[in-house]
């Protein structure tokens, strides 16, 4: 099934669109996927939610900060240096809100992306540079 089917045969009566709002989202609402390289792309709800049920038994998040942005991560992709912990690899931005878990919207995005990159670290290994992300 289509989320939406446009009819358009000249007639009043029943031309239009059908729509299932089930499938439409609004485009600047959902939860943020961001890499430790800067890569990111927003996700629907539906998918932040599918990809946390999946990681569910692995899954670690921090708040970001002192901002309402929830960090979840895949626990396995977490590391440790000394004493500090360290996550490379791409993790999910929420909203923390009173009510729990919250999807993102409108300039959430931006902010989310700028809390995220800024806890950002350069490392080095065995000749190679990589971005992780410096957990609290």
């Known amino acids: 099934m289509k989320t939406i089917e446009v009819t358009i045969k000249l007639d009043p009566i029943n031309d239009g ?3 299932h709002p089930d499938k439409i989202r609004k485009k600047e609402e959902g939860a943020l996927v961001i890499g430790t390289n800067g890569d990111s792309k927003i996700i ?3 998918e932040a939610v599918q990809i946390m049920d999946y990681l569910s038994g ?3 998040g921090e708040c970001m900060g002192k901002s309402h942005f929830l960090a979840v991560f895949n626990a396995e992709k ?3 240096i000394g004493t500090r912990e ?3 690899g791409s993790a999910i931005i929420v909203k923390n809100t009173k009510d729990g878990i919250g999807m993102l919207a409108d300039d959430d995005f931006e902010k989310a992306k700028k809390e995220f990159t800024g806890r950002l670290i350069k ?4 000749g ?3 971005s992780a992300y410096e957990l609290a």
């Not at 490392?123 to 065995?126: I, K, Y």
């Open 17 to 19: 669109a059908v729509i």
């Open 44 to 46: 629907s709800e539906d």
């Open 58 to 60: 692995d899954l670690q």
């Open 78 to 80: 977490i590391f440790k």
């Open 86 to 88: 360290y996550f490379v």
């Open 123 to 126: 490392l080095v290994g065995d």
């Open 128 to 130: 190679q540079e990589f």
